[in-house]
Nanobody, 117 residues
Framework: QVQLVESGGGLVQSGGSLRLSCTASGGIFSFYVMGWYRQAPGKQRELVATIASAGSTNYANSVKGRFTISTGNAKNTVHLQMNSLKPEDTAVYYC???????????WGQGTQVTVSS
């Protein structure tokens, strides 16, 4: 069973930075897409950023130029560097992995990011 463990959330002032990390275990990381989604109170879960095993990245328009997604030295780790944070970035951030061969998705438990104005 694949498990995802997130870390790095917290409270930061507007304009500040946070770095989220997610480490996955239990799977074979050959062909996959890993990334982050977020869900604010009363809103639907939305894509933030993803990175594929081939290296391509995808960002929501709202975070382009401010957030950077990357993988660690181990293929099962993904980071999200969040700069110039805004109050509207406040949400629970969920780590996500999609395995291309099995077409299965797995989610982390979520980590809270709160940006104060």
């Amino acid at each position: 069973q694949v498990q995802l463990v997130e870390s790095g959330g917290g409270l930061v002032q507007s304009g500040g930075s946070l770095r989220l990390s997610c480490t996955a275990s239990g799977g074979i990381f050959s062909f996959y897409v890993m990334g982050w989604y977020r869900q604010a109170p009363g809103k639907q879960r939305e894509l933030v950023a993803t990175i594929a095993s081939a290296g391509s990245t995808n960002y929501a328009n709202s975070v382009k130029g401010r957030f950077t997604i990357s993988t660690g030295n181990a293929k099962n780790t993904v980071h999200l560097q969040m700069n110039s944070l805004k109050p509207e970035d406040t949400a629970v951030y969920y780590c996500y992995v999609h395995f291309l061969l099995s077409n299965k998705d797995y989610w982390g438990q979520g980590t809270q990011v709160t940006v104060s104005s």
